[in-house]
């Protein structure tokens, strides 16, 4: 099965050294590999391939591009090829379980101090829903990092079309913030995004050509 770019990497925002080398990953779940990666300055990339489950459970990693022991630098891309048979739609609802702890999630609305936007994104508008001239939003939750890093995104509330979901979540998933704190504590925060999309007629095509005079009526 050709593999399918599930979600952007994020980048560290930690120093690095000048050389390192990349880790072995195979058989780790991809939240911590993402994790290891991070801490060396390395970028993740996520790629959902299908291979027999009884090989290589779910959500873990099967293979690396780079290999491990491979020379890189810092902000390089690491592509971590994840085991997922079948369509992976949602990131909540089949990935969010694998990622590991999230005993420090506090609520958006009880958190002293919530995370803070440094660079969103707006959600693109699906070419396919232009023939429904869909006008309507999607409202999700980017979950931001001790970091600021956005690690998942979520549907809470949909806009009836799966594209313009998705397309809501990608968004999200592009983010960066300032990190939320809690009595002085770095903590994992849920944050709310709304999105919006506006159906725009596309006026740059011809309209319907308009009839000229037939040469055989006589002139009035």
């Not at 390192?20 to 939240?31: A, E, H, K, R, S």
């Amino acid at each position: 099965m050709a593999a399918f770019v599930l979600a952007a990497g994020l980048v560290s925002v930690g120093a690095a050294a000048d050389s390192l080398f990349v880790p072995n990953l195979v058989g780790q779940d991809i939240y911590h590999a993402h994790r290891a990666l991070k801490k060396l300055g390395l970028v993740s990339r996520f790629e959902q391939v299908e291979t027999d489950t009884a090989v290589a459970s779910v959500f873990l990693v099967t293979s690396q591009v780079p290999d491990s022991g491979t020379a890189a630098k810092a902000g390089e891309t690491v592509v971590l090829r994840f085991n997922h048979p079948g369509m992976l739609r949602y990131w909540n609802a089949s990935v969010i379980p694998f990622l590991g702890d999230f005993e420090n999630t506090v609520s958006f609305y009880k958190v002293q101090k919530p995370p803070r936007p440094i660079a969103m994104e707006p959600a693109g508008y699906p070419v396919e829903l232009k023939q429904y001239t869909f006008s309507g939003g999607a409202d999700v939750e980017a979950l931001v990092d001790f970091d600021g890093a956005v690690l998942a995104a979520r549907v809470v509330r949909s806009s009836g079309y799966a594209a313009a979901d998705s397309s809501a979540c990608a968004a999200a998933l592009r983010g960066s913030f300032s990190p939320a704190e809690h009595y002085g504590q770095p903590v994992r925060v849920w944050f709310p995004l709304p999105y919006r999309f506006q159906f725009k007629e596309d006026k740059s095509l011809p309209g319907p050509a308009t009839p000229g005079r037939d040469p055989t009526e006589p002139e009035r």
